[in-house]
């Protein structure tokens, strides 16, 4: 990575976004569900911080295709509704390549799940 892609990336990491432009938590779209109640908010935010872990734990768990495919689907759903758009991304890309995939592309995408999980954790634990 040349060094302007690492400052890009640095940059949108303190902002709260990757770099290709996805929120941790995209706000806005959360609150049209919300309809601005913060209390509710933060109360569907633990609850998919607790489904985040679990479902994280299935994934690396996974014996058969069937069972990946649903903690990743399970995943891809709860972000996807909260508007955690970098957990979206990753979740669709391990639906996507499935437990068959090579253990280099699992690794990689349980890797990036975890630096998202852990953006997300931050996220939550500030807004507390």
């Not at 990491?13 to 509710?40: C, I, P």
């Not at 957990?87 to 799940?113: H, K, N, P, T, W």
């Amino acid at each position: 990575m040349a060094l302007g892609e690492k400052i890009t990336e640095k940059m949108a990491q303190e902002e709260g976004v990757d770099s290709k432009g996805l929120a941790v938590v995209n706000f806005a779209h959360l609150d049209t569900y919300t309809m601005g109640d913060k209390a509710l908010e933060r109360e569907l935010l633990a609850l998919f911080r607790a489904q985040l872990g679990q479902q994280a734990r299935a994934l690396r768990e996974a014996e058969s295709e069937e069972a990946w495919h649903m903690a990743a689907h399970t995943i891809k759903g709860g972000a996807l509704g909260l508007g955690a758009e970098q957990i979206a991304r990753i979740a669709m890309q391990l639906e996507d390549a499935g437990l068959g995939c090579s253990e280099e592309v699992r690794r990689s995408l349980l890797s990036q799940l975890d630096v998202a999980r852990t953006a997300y954790n931050r996220l939550i634990e500030d807004l507390s």
